[in-house]
């Protein structure tokens, strides 16, 4: 379809499938990551037009960089997805507050301010698609989870208020909600909650995490990915300010 669509936090994990899923369709990317190996290792596995910008999603200067270079080469953005993020499983009285404080900044202030950059060029364009990447973890409550849960329900409500104030020019604003998906960022995870539930890092799976999964198994990065293809699209433009959940059953 050669749409411009943004992604942050590109370089694995869910971003990585996205971007390939929006490859698969000749769209032109723009990659956002600061794992720079990891983004060029993917780039030169995709068949399309991919830009990358190896910044911090937090830096408004950058981020403002990057949209007047967007512009100034394509001079449109159809489609941009807030992905980046980040886990930290602590107790309340343990949990650092430079940590939190980062969560909420990767998490909440990074999609504010490119939502904030790429709302007036999809206005002017009178069409656009917002995606950001929520969790379950932000429509309830989780132990350890202090920064994620916060920052999660964070961009929820953030994706509702922005849908509401776009609605009349043609922008869809939407969050996806996950549940546990088999993602490097999730088995980075498995020691701590190992430690929190006091079980072997190999019964991690089978005794904490699929007891509260109806369907028994974890979500792959691609399943999310056309989510995230079809709310980009124009059979998905009626669909806006809603936190579509994906999760095995989890949250029922």
Same mark, same amino acid.
């Given at each position: ?9 590109a ?10 899923? &929006? ?14 190996g990891?983004?060029e ?7 399309? &037009?991919?830009y ?6 937090? !830096?408004?200067?950058d +981020? #403002?960089?990057m ?5 100034? !080469? ?7 997805? !807030? ?5 930290q499983?602590?107790?309340?009285? #343990?949990f650092p507050?430079?940590?939190?404080? #980062?969560?909420?900044?990767? @998490? +909440?202030?990074a999609?504010?301010?490119? @939502? ?16 950001n +990447?929520?969790? @379950? ?12 849960v916060s920052a999660?329900?964070?961009?929820v ?15 869809? +604003?939407n *969050? ?8 490097p ?11 929190q !539930?006091?079980?072997?890092? *190999? ?9 509260s999964i109806?369907q ?24 806006t300010?809603?936190?579509?959940v ?7």
């Amino acid at each position: 379809m050669n749409r411009t669509v943004l992604i942050t936090g590109a370089a694995s994990g869910i971003g990585k499938a996205m971007a390939k899923r &929006f490859a698969q369709d000749g769209d032109t990317l723009f990659l956002v990551d600061k794992q720079t190996g990891m983004l060029e290792r993917l780039v030169d596995e995709l068949e399309t &037009f991919v830009y990358t910008f190896a910044l911090d999603v937090t !830096n408004e200067q950058d +981020v #403002e960089t990057m949209f007047e270079e967007i512009l100034t !080469n394509h001079h449109q953005l159809d489609v941009l997805i !807030n992905n980046a993020g980040f886990q930290q499983v602590h107790s309340i009285e #343990e949990f650092p507050t430079h940590i939190f404080r #980062e969560m909420l900044d990767v @998490m +909440v202030l990074a999609p504010f301010t490119t @939502m904030k950059h790429a709302v007036p060029i999809m206005k002017e364009q009178a069409s656009g698609r917002i995606i950001n +990447v929520a969790s @379950m973890n932000g429509l309830q409550g989780v132990p350890w989870k202090a920064g994620y849960v916060s920052a999660k329900h964070g961009i929820v409500g953030l994706t509702k208020t922005v849908a509401l104030e776009v609605a009349e020019n043609g922008i869809t +604003v939407n *969050s996806i909600a996950p549940g546990v998906v088999d993602t490097p960022l999730l088995r980075n995870q498995l020691e701590d909650i190992a430690t929190q !539930n006091k079980v072997e890092k *190999s019964e991690v799976l089978e005794k904490v995490i699929y007891p509260s999964i109806p369907q028994k198994r974890m979500i792959q990065p691609e399943e999310i990915a056309e989510v995230a293809f079809y709310l980009a699209s124009e059979s998905a433009q009626s669909i806006t300010g809603h936190a579509l959940v994906i999760d095995g059953g989890s949250t029922i």
